[in-house]
């Protein structure tokens, strides 16, 4: 009889798992949601903060108010994950399981690029949102840069929203036409991952900003006021504003579910070569062609978790299981006011299908519903 199902993390996938799991199953099997953190806040608030809209401390949800729906909740981190042995340990507690979700996310690794925590700051990290924010508001003049010195990243438009936020705000403060944004990225075109025609139309949109795009631009490392690219050019900025390199917890490397540095790879079903273990979301490494894998969005995490949860449901209810990722989703383009939308259908066939929407405040509205609908459902 199943007991037990874990899940290591309360983020997008393992909160989208949970809730299906728990909606679907009777109250003996255990429900148990593992995060170090002990509040859900969406990625995506970090621009809202940057952009002045919205607060840290208002905008976090306590992971905790899932218990009163069945889930359990354990607020501490995963130390270690015995595949052998179906358990997982935490920093003070010992759990068996029969089923495991590992829905870990990323970890940022700025420390991969050689001067980049000294002389930058990070986009995707929350102590860095205000500040950047500030530093927006004082600059009068100069050059900002933006750098995507890894690949895979969170969330692909998300730097490009960035760009275009604080375009909007420098606007707002009369002080843009002083001030240069330049845009470097690793990748050869605005958004690999989406194809070339949506990368063109997000590079137009970009243009007609003023905010030049150079691509293929490998950061080697950074100085004060000075990105140094593999090709030996160089770029000068008064004001940095970088993706770093990203990683997967350390604890998914020493479960050997991933080799250091990398991702834990998984086809459709989300299945590892473990038995009962699943990895969904950031994660994960899922390819789509020999080429492009599933991009790492909250959708597509939350997407996974659901496909996940529904194969074992069907597992534990003893019915014909074939449960797979649908691969359909799409992210939002913010530009201040207005938003673009990003569609994607990783697995239609005979190739993804990619589109743009163009930017309208109606998709800036439903941005904020994303949010808001999906703390009303799982918290
Ligand atoms: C600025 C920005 C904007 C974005 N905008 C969007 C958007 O508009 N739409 C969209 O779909 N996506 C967006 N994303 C991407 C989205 O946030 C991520 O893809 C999503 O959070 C991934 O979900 P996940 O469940 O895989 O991981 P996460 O949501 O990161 O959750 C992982 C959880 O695991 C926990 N954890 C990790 N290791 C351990 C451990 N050892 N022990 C215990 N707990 C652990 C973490 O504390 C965390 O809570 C954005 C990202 C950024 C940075």
Redesign the pocket.
Known sequence: MVSQIII????????AAANELRTNLPSDVKITI????DY?M???V??WIIKGTRKFETSKRPLNTIVKKGIDFVN????SIDTNQKKVK?TTKEFSYDYLIV?????LAPEKIPGLSANGMI??DLEHASKIRQKILDMKSGKIAFAITGMPY??P??PF??ALIINSMLQETGTRKNISIDFYSLGPITLPAAGPEVSKQLLDILESENIKFHGSCKTISVEKNLLKFEDKSIANFDLLIAIPPHKA???IYDAGLAQEGTFISVKRDCKTQFDNVYA????TNMMVTDKIAVP???????GQ?VAVAQDIISQIRKEKTNSIFEGK?G??VEMGTTAGYVYVDMFAEPNPITRLDKPAPEHMEE?EQ?EKERIEKWL
Do not use: H, R, S
């Not at 829905?103 to 970890?107: D, M, R, S, Y």
């Open positions: 290591i993390g309360g983020g997008f996938g393992g909160l593992v995060d170090k953190k859900f969406m990625d995506l970090k621009l501490e981190q995963v130390a935490t829905a870990a996310g990323v970890e986009l995707y969170k969330c438009p998300a929203e960035a917890p350390q604890v969904v979301g950031d994660v790492k969005a909250g959708i597509f995490a939350e978790g989703g992210c939002f941005k994303f």
